[in-house]
């Protein structure tokens, strides 16, 4: 079992940047596929952006790509989110998890596990 633990809850303006750490400990970090979610006020658990256990692949959503950067350093145990260019629709509670699925078979938040107690950023106008 791995336990994740995020961090870098904030409040940034709009236009501004913001990075956010998942820290891993328990089992072997470099097996699992990692992502972040999010979740606002009222709506779903949707997909941010995940990758794959050597840090060599990403996938985003439409919504965040261009903008954010995930990114790992295995040595640390450590995935990161660079947020740049934040808007105030991105405010949200962040979530990082690892994934139940080989890479590529599916974003949806059944298909990671072991959920991390979220950070919470938000973006003022």
């Known amino acids: 079992q791995v336990q994740l633990v995020e961090s870098g809850e904030g409040l940034v303006q709009a236009g501004g940047s913001r990075r956010l750490s998942c820290a891993a400990s328990?089992?072997?970090?470099?097996?699992?596929?990692i992502g972040w979610f999010r979740q606002a006020p009222r709506k779903e658990r949707e997909f941010v952006a995940t990758?794959?256990?050597?840090?060599?692949?990403?996938y985003y959503a439409d919504s965040v790509k261009g903008r954010f950067t995930i990114s790992r350093d295995n040595a640390k145990n450590t995935v990161y989110l660079q947020m740049n260019s934040l808007k105030p629709e991105d405010t949200a509670v962040y979530y990082c998890?690892?994934?139940?699925?080989?890479w590529g078979r599916g974003y949806s938040k059944e298909d990671f596990g072991s959920w991390g107690q979220g950070t919470q950023v938000t973006v003022s106008s």
């Open positions: 998890a690892v994934s139940h699925k080989p």
């Open positions: 990758i794959n256990q050597n840090g060599g692949v990403t």
């Open positions: 328990g089992r072997t970090f470099t097996w699992y596929i």
